[in-house]
């Protein structure tokens, strides 16, 4: 089976999250260059990374980071990338004042980022 490059995942997640995801990879990498997602998808509102393990004595390294740009993905707008305010209703998404005003017909409630 081919291989799919770590970074070919960017594509199937929010555009606004492409940068954090980037990021993330290039620290994994930095830490086990043969660090491999296996799923990378939104959540809840959130960016969630599985990757194909790692060596136990990375693995508390690396899940570090995977939680800290899932608490990033959380507070960054799923459409632009920029700092959210508010967090859709039904489908969970973060979403910036600018994107939520372009989306009327959708409903949002104000998220405090406790930072
Ligand atoms: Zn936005």
New binding site residues.
Partial sequence: MAQIDNYDWLNLIPS?WIEIGRTMIEECEAIYPEWEICDLKEKWGQLRCYDNGVPSTLREQVDEILDKYEKISGQT??????P?TKLSSGWILP??????AERPNMVFKSINNGN
């Fill in positions: 606004g707008c799923n459409i632009c990338g920029a959210a979403f910036c004042d600018d994107c939520a």
